[in-house]
């Protein structure tokens, strides 16, 4: 038998992932951003702000672009990228060279040796891999063994409820002997045509516009190592591994998703519930986390946004990643939708990543509803995942 890592660097090695493109440049003037980048996602990382100027990012898993990606991003920062894939960090390279990333190192290697690139990191982007290992607590306890004392990780762990189709389709795969070939790949394209119209899997074949590619297919359904993590499952992943949650990237999934108003049944329920049975009542109830996207720190390092708290007047509203504004009165991020007021309007506006909420209600036009109003709209908006907030 091989052991995992091999089976599946030479899946990685065959199909690289994710598609290669040729240019980053181009494709980031195009709009392509990457959920979690430390440069876009600061107060996400770090709600009191970056500890200091030149940071060290290690990119766990790298894959075809992250690596390069996080470099040309974070041009003052020091970026190391590690992959059992060579073919994966050949593209690397090619982004390194076309770019001229002189802060990048890359290396070829198993990140449960992370700890002998021997350095301390500021930063650990660790996304889609620690669910493709044998034993993914001891991938993140040698990450965290790697990460500084007051350093910050940013993981990746798919969901189990949207994928639970997927996991039947692999049973069967398996079952069937599809290899990871073309073939292989030919033949799970034929057999998702055929598949009943309530089979559990068509809501997320609907949904991944990435499974044109051959890579997808093979690590969407042929994939030799891969599990999924609920909420609680996750919380027991990251605590066994001594490390802290501090946050969502993006809270959508887990707050409100959109499926029931704020008087619904739904809401009545779910609302007063402490914070992690939220989360996980609304995993169950929403579907709507097929990943989940979020930090960890040290023990004892982690800081909480919680509009309960006395100051929130002092907390600085930041646009989210893709936050845009559509119309008067509408805007957009992704596939979510937010209409609002012009009084709702006005707050957003002011969320410049400069101004204290205080700063931004503290106008004669929001005398009258001032403070509640200010508090609750971008609790509202940080809980939609629309606005990030960082802390005083
Ligand atoms: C699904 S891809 C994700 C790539 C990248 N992190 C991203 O989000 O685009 C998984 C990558 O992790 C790499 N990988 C899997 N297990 C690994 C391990 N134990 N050590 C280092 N790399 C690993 C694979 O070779 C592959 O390139």
């Given at each position: 038998?091989?052991?995992?890592?091999?089976?599946?660097?030479?899946?990685?090695?065959?199909?690289?992932y994710p598609r290669p493109f040729a240019d980053l440049e181009a494709e980031i003037a195009k709009g392509y951003y990457q959920i979690g980048d430390p440069a876009l996602y600061?107060?996400?990382?770090?709600?009191?702000?970056?500890?200091?100027?030149?940071?060290?990012?290690?990119?766990?898993?790298c894959g075809t672009i992250q690596g390069a990606y996080a470099a040309y991003m974070n041009?003052?920062?020091?970026?190391?990228?590690?992959?059992?894939?060579?073919?994966?960090?050949?593209h690397e390279?090619?982004l390194?060279?076309k770019h001229?990333l002189?802060?990048?190192?890359?290396?070829?290697?198993?990140?449960?040796?992370?700890?002998?690139?021997?350095?301390?990191?500021?930063?650990?982007l660790?996304t889609?891999?620690?669910?493709?290992?044998?034993?993914?607590?001891?991938?993140?306890?040698?990450?965290?063994?790697?990460?500084?004392?007051?350093?910050?990780?940013?993981?990746?762990?798919?969901?189990?409820?949207?994928?639970?189709?997927?996991?039947?389709?692999?049973?069967?795969?398996?079952?069937?002997?599809?290899?990871?070939?073309?073939?292989?790949?030919?033949?799970?394209?034929?057999?998702?045509?055929?598949?009943?119209?309530?089979?559990?899997?068509?809501?997320?074949?609907?949904?991944?516009a990435e499974?044109?590619d051959?890579?997808a297919?093979?690590?969407?359904?042929?994939?030799?190592?891969?599990?999924?993590?609920?909420?609680?499952?996750?919380?027991?992943?990251?605590?066994?591994?001594?490390?802290?949650?501090?946050?969502?990237?993006?809270?959508?999934?887990?707050?409100?998703?959109?499926?029931?108003?704020?008087?619904?049944?739904?809401?009545?329920?779910?609302?007063?519930?402490?914070?992690?049975?939220?989360?996980?009542?609304?995993?169950?109830?929403?579907?709507?986390?097929?990943?989940?996207?979020?930090?960890?720190?040290?023990?004892?390092?982690?800081?909480?946004?919680?509009?309960?708290?006395?100051?929130?007047?002092?907390?600085?509203?930041?646009?989210a990643p893709g936050l845009t504004?559509?119309?008067?009165?509408?805007?957009?991020r992704g596939?979510?939708?937010?209409?609002?007021?012009?009084?709702?309007?006005?707050?957003?506006?002011?969320?410049?990543?400069?101004?204290?909420?205080?700063?931004?209600?503290?106008?004669?036009?929001?005398?009258?509803?001032?403070?509640?109003?200010?508090?609750?709209?971008?609790?509202?908006?940080?809980?939609?995942?629309?606005?990030?907030?960082?802390?005083?």
């Amino acid at each position: 038998m091989e052991d995992v890592s091999s089976l599946v660097a030479k899946q990685y090695e065959a199909f690289a992932y994710p598609r290669p493109f040729a240019d980053l440049e181009a494709e980031i003037a195009k709009g392509y951003y990457q959920i979690g980048d430390p440069a876009l996602y600061g107060p996400v990382l770090w709600p009191r702000g970056r500890p200091r100027k030149r940071l060290k990012i290690l990119v766990a898993g790298c894959g075809t672009i992250q690596g390069a990606y996080a470099a040309y991003m974070n041009p003052d920062d020091e970026i190391v990228g590690i992959d059992l894939s060579e073919a994966s960090l050949a593209h690397e390279r090619f982004l390194q060279d076309k770019h001229r990333l002189q802060n990048l190192k890359l290396f070829k290697g198993d990140l449960l040796d992370a700890a002998s690139l021997g350095d301390d990191f500021d930063v650990i982007l660790c996304t889609g891999v620690l669910h493709h290992m044998a034993d993914p607590g001891a991938g993140l306890a040698a990450l965290r063994d790697a990460l500084a004392p007051d350093g910050v990780m940013v993981l990746m762990l798919y969901g189990a409820t949207v994928r639970t189709g997927v996991y039947m389709l692999q049973d069967a795969f398996r079952r069937i002997g599809v290899q990871q070939t073309s073939e292989g790949v030919a033949q799970v394209r034929q057999i998702l045509r055929e598949l009943p119209g309530r089979h559990y899997a068509q809501d997320y074949i609907r949904a991944a516009a990435e499974l044109k590619d051959d890579a997808a297919v093979v690590d969407t359904f042929l994939h030799p190592q891969d599990r999924a993590y609920t909420v609680p499952q996750l919380f027991d992943l990251v605590e066994g591994a001594g490390l802290a949650f501090q946050g969502w990237v993006d809270n959508f999934p887990y707050w409100r998703n959109g499926a029931w108003g704020p008087d619904s049944a739904i809401a009545a329920a779910v609302d007063p519930l402490p914070r992690r049975e939220h989360w996980a009542a609304v995993e169950m109830l929403g579907l709507a986390a097929g990943m989940h996207m979020f930090t960890v720190r040290h023990a004892g390092e982690a800081l909480q946004v919680d509009f309960e708290r006395e100051d929130w007047r002092e907390f600085v509203p930041h646009w989210a990643p893709g936050l845009t504004r559509r119309a008067s009165g509408l805007f957009q991020r992704g596939p979510y939708e937010l209409k609002c007021s012009e009084l709702e309007q006005f707050v957003i506006d002011g969320a410049d990543g400069k101004r204290t909420i205080g700063e931004i209600i503290d106008v004669p036009a929001l005398e009258d509803v001032q403070d509640e109003f200010g508090r609750r709209y971008f609790e509202h908006l940080w809980k939609l995942g629309h606005v990030m907030i960082a802390l005083p």
